[in-house]
């Protein structure tokens, strides 16, 4: 395929919000939209797109990249990202949430004006009408224990979809049956029937942007140069976002001309305030293999309200009936063949990681420091404790006990807060929900990068629009609000604001 070399919009990165950001510019005009997208197509591979098949998903799909270890988080762990059309939207699970409306004052609160929930309200209504998104099948058997042991603790029976409160229940899924409903999927496909003003350009990398006289007037990529009439929109994701600015001059000064790369815009916020939730695990080995699931293991979730004042609830926990190495990336669990995690991960974060390079150039993986249990009142970490020792109680329910060997981590000796502290420490885990390295903020905020409409601060011609925009965390996964996101920039960039 020829490679164009000139556009209106071009967008540079084909995941969960570059894929829906380029239907919808299509779709609001004529004028020429390009994706661009380092990894290959998704369309017509299996793997990529059932959700079934993650598991069978290898390092091709992914850019290999590891988060360091911290003096609070002791160990290294593999961060999965993935590189494909359709971006880690076909590396997920589907878990489909959307956030309490108090996340979106708590980002009006941080200066993110015009993203409170009745403002978003029209964009999540035009995300549902192309997303398919269904409950978790029912017959899950041991995610019905966990739900019933859910109940028999105190917490309500409750549907995902429709609220978030304390409960437990079934994850709703952004799937049709087994087929995921990624952007690419549900935006994009089949690609030979996309608008006539739409290209989608996979295989192709994006070095760096190109800056004439304090504009964004296009990019580097591996395949030449492209140039962008109106506006260039990062979507690489909040890994690569920053890494794309820094790789162009555009971050922390003094920290760019270390990496041998001459300054073009000092912004000190690029990179900074890197959210995610952290995860623990009560894992048990298990009497015989677990009964069968269809789609996913992690079908059923809980959400609890550890401080109870806390404007929603600060636990929420992933039911995993399998030790799979995908999530874990090392292996703490002693070759335990059959087993189960119940999975409590902070949901409002108060640590905050950062991102940095390594190098000049787009193949030096960034430096990834998520930073977790470095909060000063240490929050995470008693929030997470607290998590872990609900979990125990649910495990203890005879109906999900049932399936139950023992508890093989932390194991029944680690009793203390101290010893589940230590525990946490050597062991979290990622949920894989890196955002904030590009956030939305008020104009004297220091750390903010992009205004409320998307803007890069400083320059002209650059908006970005993914999980980077995030000023603060939200309760729940991820994907659903990324996907808001660039629903909310479309509407934005088509009104000409
Ligand atoms: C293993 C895993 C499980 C998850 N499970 C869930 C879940 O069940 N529910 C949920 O809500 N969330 C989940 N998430 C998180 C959620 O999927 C992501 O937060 C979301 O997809 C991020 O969207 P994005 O558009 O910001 O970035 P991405 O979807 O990562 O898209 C970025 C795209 O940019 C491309 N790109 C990057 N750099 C370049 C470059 N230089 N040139 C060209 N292209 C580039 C990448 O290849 C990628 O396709 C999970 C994530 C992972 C990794």
Redesign the pocket.
Known sequence: MEIPRACDYLI???????CILARRLAEAGSDRVLL????PSDEGDPVATELARLDEQDDSYD?GYLARATAASRHAMRY??????????N???????LPPASDFDAWVMLGASGWDAAALASAQRRLEQRVNIEAAPAGNAIGRAFIDAGIACGLAEINYRETISSGVGWFPLNADGPLRQSASIAYLHPLDRLPANLQVLTG???NALLITEGRVAGVDTDQGRITARREVIL????I?TPQ?LMLSGIGPGEELQGAGIPPVLDLPGVGQNLLDHVAGNIACEMLAPPPAWERTP?EAVATIRVDPDAPAPDVLYHFIPTLRDKYSGVDHFGGVEHGLKISPNVARPQSRGRLSLTGNS?HDAPNIDLNYFSDPEDYDLRILVAGLRFARRLAAVPCLARYIAREILPGPQADSDADLADYLRDTCETV??P?GTCRIGKHDDPLAVVTPDLRVRGIAGLRIA???VFPSMVTV????T?MLVAERAAEIIAAGE
């Open positions: 540079i990165g084909g995941g969960s919000a570059g661009l997208e380092a990894g850019w999965d990202r993935a590189r494909m059309l359709g971006g880690c939207g590396h997920n699970d589907c878990a489909f949430l192709t990398l994006a979507c690489a994701g909040a690569n794309l992690c787009i894989y929900h955002s993914d999980a980077s996964n991820i994907n659903n990324v």
